[in-house]
């Protein structure tokens, strides 16, 4: 009578969880995942950088299940689905304007498309698109903003593909190298994660400093003039 229960508790998937993702999909749930959270709206909850970094570790047949993915398919999948996801939500932003965003009941969903538009305004086109793929949610509803502000295509589409080939490969190879430098790092899998996602933000920590430095410089001389 326990067998089905057993059975479905098996098959289940959390897609908050990388590397039950993983178990379930292997490279070709990477390549899903990265679609939908830089193409589509409703994969602004999924996790990016962890299922990227966790992908990669996995690739030194590191991790629990028994889960091992190779590295070549791995970064393809990888890179296509960030690319082609950001692709795809630059264009349907530009048929569906800002109305899409509007209607997005989320507050998180709100937030970033707050916050993406803030980078817009601050950096200019090509340095937030760059910097956006290293903030959550952020990298979600900026490639359809984007596309409801007219943002050149050509432009959208170099620093797109620039941001997202670093990010994405970026993090699996960082999760490659590590897998392959340090004995069961499985086992510090949980707090890696973290400190992967912070180590992610910190382009954009570090342009904000720099911002907030050159406003405090300008504002300096405009007191002495």
């Not at 570790?57 to 991790?63: E, I, R």
């Not at 004995?183 to 400093?209: G, K, M, Q, T």
Request: glycine share 12%; net charge positive; aromatic share 6%.
């Amino acid at each position: 009578m326990t067998t089905p229960v057993v059975l479905s508790s098996q098959l289940a998937v959390n897609p908050l969880d990388a590397q039950s993702l993983l178990a379930a999909f292997g490279v070709l749930g990477v390549g899903a995942v990265m679609f939908a959270e830089t193409g589509l709206l409703v994969g602004f909850f999924l996790p990016g950088d962890s299922l990227l970094f966790t992908a990669g570790l996995l690739c030194t047949g590191t991790g629990q299940h028994g889960v091992r993915l190779s590295l070549g398919p791995l970064l393809a999948a990888a890179v296509f689905g960030a690319l082609a996801g950001a692709q795809c939500g630059y264009l349907i932003g530009r048929r569906a304007g800002r109305t899409l965003l509007a209607r997005g009941r989320s507050a998180r969903l709100r937030e970033g498309a707050r916050r993406a538009e803030e980078l817009l305004e601050r950096y200019g086109h090509a340095k937030a698109i760059v910097l956006a793929r290293f903030v959550p949610v952020v990298r979600t509803v900026l490639n359809p903003l984007a596309g409801a502000l007219e943002v050149p295509v050509r432009t959208f589409t170099v620093w797109q593909m620039t941001g997202g080939l670093v990010w994405s490969a970026g993090l699996v190879l960082a999760g490659y190298a590590l897998g392959s430098s340090i004995p069961d790092v499985d086992r510090y899998l949980l707090p890696l994660v973290a400190v992967i996602v912070v180590l992610s933000s910190l382009p954009v920590a570090a342009e904000l400093y720099r911002g907030r430095k050159r406003a405090a410089k300008a504002g300096k001389k405009e007191v002495r003039g």
